[in-house]
């Protein structure tokens, strides 16, 4: 298959791209670099566009003859989708709306979308399915339902077979350490914890240790970004002109922010600097998948199964690289 990456030089995106591409799928990355790397895509086509440029993007999908694209172009940071909700609403909502109608001109027919966990915010059940109910706490995951909402009602009207994939937090670098997690600036836990461990003068901030979960820190599932990546395989493979699918990707086991320091100093054999602060705005207390329908319906298997080999991954990669892409 011929399959576009929106988003493919972020993070995930490129993680994604570079195990679809290994598996012998051609693919092309359409990024428009305010995330992402040249690097990350490993010398795959790489199309330097904005998501909500429709015409690029319809030029782009005919001209590769694209037959799916899998979208993760967005824009994810927690935090700043409270203080700047607009940059948000417009990026993701305008940006997908700009997406869609792009595949619809062009007459692409197959739709991965990356969406999150956080959809279900507040919703107290753990481990969660794909059935629970979804209440998003704040604009960023928001915008992703709404997303989600917006790729049902196109699907229906234009025939877009779709796989909506609900990811729990994405973790780790490639096992050479030469790919891995780098945001400017980061806000993310376990680069956060690994950078204070490389750089003695700074401190790691807790954010909040009285939620209603074991130790009083949020809990989050983090799966390996090669976990996910085979998931993203398995499901494009699977997708059909009448797919309508959700599935969660997550271990299914939690880890507090303490567990994360926990096993940062362990990988590393250093200690974390940190201090507890008040709440980040946003956070739900407890995500956890239930990943029962990708491994029964897909035969997902991760390989990555224990945190510490995760942040294993994260931290050859860190220490490899610890300004990012380009430096050593
Ligand atoms: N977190 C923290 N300190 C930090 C960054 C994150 O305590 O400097 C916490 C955050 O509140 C959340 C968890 O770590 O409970 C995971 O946060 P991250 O931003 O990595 O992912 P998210 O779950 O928000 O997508």
């Not at 993680?15 to 428009?32: F, I, K, P, T, W």
């Not at 992402?36 to 001209?63: C, F, K, M, S, Y």
């Not at 940059?87 to 940006?95: A, E, F, Q, R, V």
């Not at 976990?227 to 797919?243: F, K, P, V, Y």
């Amino acid at each position: 298959m011929n399959i576009l990456f929106t988003g493919g030089a972020g993070y995930v995106g490129s993680a994604c791209l570079r195990y679809v591409m290994a598996s012998g799928h051609q693919v092309v990355a359409y990024d428009n670099l305010v995330e992402g790397h040249p690097e990350a895509v490993n010398g795959a086509p790489l199309v330097v566009g904005d998501i909500r440029n429709t015409e690029l993007l319809e030029q782009i999908l005919r001209e590769h003859n694209i037959d799916a694209v899998m979208h993760f172009a967005a824009a994810t940071n927690v935090g700043e989708s409270v203080s700047n909700p607009g940059y948000h609403y417009d990026n993701n909502i305008g940006g997908t709306l700009s997406l869609l109608n792009a595949m619809v001109a062009a007459g692409v027919k197959k739709l991965l979308f990356s969406s999150t966990c956080a959809t279900y915010g507040l919703n107290p059940s753990s481990p969660m399915a794909e059935d629970a109910e979804q209440d998003p706490c704040s604009p960023y995951a928001r915008t992703k339902l709404a997303v989600e909402w917006m790729i049902r009602d196109f699907a229906q009207t234009y025939n877009i077979g779709f796989t909506l994939l609900r990811y729990f937090n994405a973790a780790g670098a490639s096992e050479d350490g030469e790919f891995g997690e780098y945001h400017h600036p980061e806000t993310h836990l376990i680069p956060l914890v690994l950078d204070n461990i490389l750089q003695a003068d700074t401190q790691l901030k807790v954010f909040g240790s009285d939620y209603d979960t074991r130790d009083g820190t949020c809990i989050r599932d983090y799966v390996h970004i090669e976990d996910l990546a085979s998931a993203h395989l398995l499901a494009m493979e699977a997708i059909g002109a009448n797919s309508r699918e959700v599935f969660n990707i997550g271990t299914g086991h939690g880890q507090s922010v303490m567990d994360i320091i926990d096993a940062c100093e362990m990988v590393s054999g250093h200690r974390v600097n940190y201090k507890i602060v008040a709440r980040r705005p946003g956070d739900a207390p407890e995500l956890v998948a239930n990943p029962h329908k990708l491994r029964t319906e897909l035969g997902w298997k991760p390989k990555y199964t224990h945190i510490n080999e995760i942040v294993r991954t994260a931290w050859t990669w860190h220490k490899l690289k610890p300004q990012g892409y380009g430096e050593r």
